[in-house]
């Protein structure tokens, strides 16, 4: 049973560039939430996709965006990337419905921004 | 105020004692509760979930919820030197799968 899977594992970027990060659930979940983790600190919530809309979104501004897929696989998209941006970027996945279920974390994408 | 607080730390117990968590949070309607675990370098990784007042045992590891208090906390133990990570507490915001995490606190246990 595949857990969750990120790609890619290293990213290094420029100021201004873009960056597209991809997930796939764990099998049988239908759920994916996106989390920015910056050294030192818990996960921050970005937003959390289900059947392909964005369901909740967390503080963060226009420049993230993401998308699902109808596998349930998703993308998180960075615009205009900042120095601020350099942290380690976690996808989380679970099964809609059942009100306080467990997420799943994948391993992480780490980017950095130079 | 953060929607979920914890001790910042870092904690250090020497090994085979008892660590002791803590985590605030700030919405009362709130009612799933998780502690996860963190190793260095890695993604966060499940050890309990609680959603009813009281106590719940694993093993060694105890979650206690106070939800009058709104405080949620994490005992470990006989604390093992293997248990040396950042602990993190998150709290599903009204019940829409909206998980929050706290700041995490590190735990280290010295042999």
């Known amino acids: 049973d595949a857990g969750v899977t990120q790609s890619p594992t290293h990213l290094i970027k420029t100021r201004g560039q873009q960056v597209t990060l991809r997930c796939s659930p764990k099998?049988?979940?239908?759920?994916v939430s996106w989390y920015q983790q910056a050294l030192g600190q818990g996960p921050q919530f970005i937003f959390q996709?289900?059947?392909?809309?964005?369901?909740q979104r967390g503080n963060f501004p226009d420049r993230f965006s993401g998308h699902q897929f109808p596998n349930y696989s998703s993308e998180l998209n960075v615009n205009a990337l900042l120095l601020g941006d350099s942290a380690l970027y976690l996808c989380a996945s679970s099964l809609a419905g059942q009100g306080g279920e467990k997420l799943f974390f994948g391993s992480g994408t780490q980017l950095s921004v130079l | 105020q953060k929607e979920v607080e914890q001790n910042s730390g870092p904690l250090s117990v020497p090994e085979g004692a008892i660590a002791s968590l803590n985590c605030t949070y700030s919405?009362?309607?709130?009612?799933?509760f998780f502690w996860y675990r963190q190793y260095s370098g890695k993604s966060p990784e499940l050890i309990m979930s609680?959603?009813?007042?009281g106590d719940k045992e694993d093993g060694r590891f105890t979650a206690q919820l106070n939800k009058a208090s709104q405080y949620v906390s994490l005992l470990i133990r006989d604390s093992q030197p293997s248990d040396s990570a950042t602990y993190l507490c998150a709290v599903n915001l009204r019940n829409n799968n909206d998980m929050r995490f706290g700041a995490g606190t590190r735990l280290t246990v010295k042999p």
């Open positions: 996709y289900y059947e392909e809309e964005e369901r």
């Open positions: 099998s049988g979940h239908d759920t």
């Open positions: 919405d009362r309607v709130s009612q799933s």
């Open positions: 609680i959603y009813s007042n």
